[in-house]
């Protein structure tokens, strides 16, 4: 029996999930007493749900059970910043072939479209809308950033526009940057209200949701076992699709890093105020041209959310000391762009966890007889996370493809040293960043 020593947990208030317009819905049930299912998927993110959705379509007739460990909705998947993100872009500057740009290109579109047709077949109210993507600097020494990506857009064919100056500030209502490359296809969304629609969907289609139950051990064997407390779970069938706690399977070993970084949200802004500073704006969102900057949205629902800061936590459980440093970070990159909004507060600060690995590939295998494990990783799971659930499921089903065959080729993470030299290369890693962004965070 292996145990688990790390369970996710609520690390502050969940902006996402306490603004969804679903959030009163109840969605699964505590797993208790002894149950069973053909298939047990655990981890209710984007790739578990993926996982779970492709093996409905694909089984039937067989039983799945989806197990996660907070209420629907407020683990990372409901945590983000709500970017789906069409593009193929490497943070860290290394450079795909073209074929492979051209196949994680045609994989997130895939999966903005199997998303894009869920909303609108089940009507879920996110905030789903093709608002594109910003991506911009406000120091000369970022600009850099922005060639590299435009030097890649121009090489791959795809569609964008570089925009300046009064131009910039015009679309994004303050003037705070210097440049921007806009592209047009990105999808900004309320992650956690999405979730709960899939979840609950899911749940109509006949998944048994066992929420609020975190999986305490796990015994592999002709038949798998999960333990939650006061239940257990037997499936012939095994996926975890737990993300940075993916090592807690006992299976996966020195693959992952788990990095928190941390978002806030303000309250709805003032109807004088938005119609003084937003009225011919448009909804927005924005990353950094510096890995390590401030990442900001303009909602429809008339909120500005920012995230910035990377913390590299071994406990994998943020702290409410961490929130308020964050908190305070969080509040300078807002006046500093925002300097006319200083009335407003945020309601909401939280961390999530990412996983990270040191080529960033995922992983995307079969473990043993019958269990498998799929952590998307490395900060773009939501478009990934989609992608690779959904060819996880035709892999355990047999089914061969080109899109199965790259997943395959292109996850399999490096060793990752053990402590103390992870952290030390973790913390390191994100100090220099951190400093190197400048006024970009
Ligand atoms: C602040 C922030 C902003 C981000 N912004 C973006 C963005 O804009 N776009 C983007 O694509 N990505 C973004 N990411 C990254 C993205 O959220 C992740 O890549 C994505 O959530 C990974 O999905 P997943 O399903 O693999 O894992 P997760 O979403 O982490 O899901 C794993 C689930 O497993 C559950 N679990 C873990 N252990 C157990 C257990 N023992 N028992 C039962 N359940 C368990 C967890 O509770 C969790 O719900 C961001 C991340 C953060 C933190």
Not at 71 to 78: A, F, N, Y
Request: net charge positive.
């Amino acid at each position: 029996m292996k145990k688990v020593k790390k369970i996710p947990q609520i690390d502050g208030e969940l902006g996402w999930y306490l603004t969804a317009a679903n959030r009163e819905q109840k969605i699964g049930k505590r797993l208790k007493g002894k149950q069973t299912a053909d298939f047990a998927v655990v981890g209710a993110g984007f790739a578990g749900i993926a996982v779970a959705s492709r093996l409905k379509e694909l089984f039937p007739e067989k039983s799945i059970a989806l197990v996660e460990a907070l209420d629907i909705g407020q683990g990372t998947s409901g945590r983000n910043a709500g970017f789906v993100i069409d593009l193929p872009h490497n943070v860290d500057k290394t450079e795909n072939s073209a074929a492979e740009d051209a196949q994680i290109y045609a994989l997130n579109c895939f999966a903005i479209q199997k998303l894009s047709q869920q909303v609108e077949k089940l009507h879920i109210d996110c905030n789903w809308h093709k608002a594109g993507k910003y991506m911009a600097a406000r120091e000369s020494h970022n600009i850099a950033g922005l060639d590299e990506f435009e030097a890649m857009l121009k090489k791959r064919n795809f569609a964008y526009e570089r925009i300046k100056g009064d131009a910039l500030a015009g679309k994004l209502g303050t003037n705070y940057y210097q440049e921007a490359i806009f592209t047009p296809d990105n999808i900004l969304m309320n992650p956690a209200a999405l979730v709960r629609g899939l979840v609950a969907a899911l749940e109509n289609d006949g998944v048994t949701v066992y929420s609020n139950s975190p999986v305490i051990a796990f015994n592999y064997g002709a038949e798998n076992m999960l333990q939650t407390v006061g239940g257990e779970l037997r499936a012939k069938t095994l996926i975890t699709t737990m993300s940075s706690f993916t090592e807690e399977n006992g299976l996966v070993k020195s693959k992952i890093a788990p990095l928190f970084t941390y978002g806030s949200l303000t309250g709805v802004l003032p109807d004088a105020l938005w119609q003084e500073y937003f009225a011919d704006i448009e909804p927005w969102g924005l990353t950094s041209a510096h890995p390590a900057g401030t990442t900001v949205r303009v909602t429809p629902d008339r909120r500005v959310f920012i995230r910035n800061i990377l913390e590299y936590n071994r406990q994998q459980k943020s702290t409410a000391a961490m929130r308020q440093y964050c908190w305070r970070h969080h509040r300078a990159a807002f006046l500093a762009r925002f300097p006319f909004l200083a009335e407003i507060d945020f309601e909401y600060t939280w961390g999530g966890i990412l996983a990270v690995t040191r080529n960033r590939q995922g992983v995307f295998s079969k473990l043993r007889d019958n269990v498998y494990a799929l952590c998307a990783c490395n900060g773009v799971g939501v478009a990934k996370g989609t992608y690779s659930g959904y060819y996880l499921a035709e892999k355990i089903a047999g089914i061969n493809s080109k899109e199965l065959e790259f997943i395959e080729k292109t996850n399999n993470p490096n060793f990752m040293p053990p402590e103390p030299f992870r952290g030390i290369g973790a913390r390191g890693q994100i100090y220099i960043n951190q400093r190197a962004a400048g006024l970009d965070i």
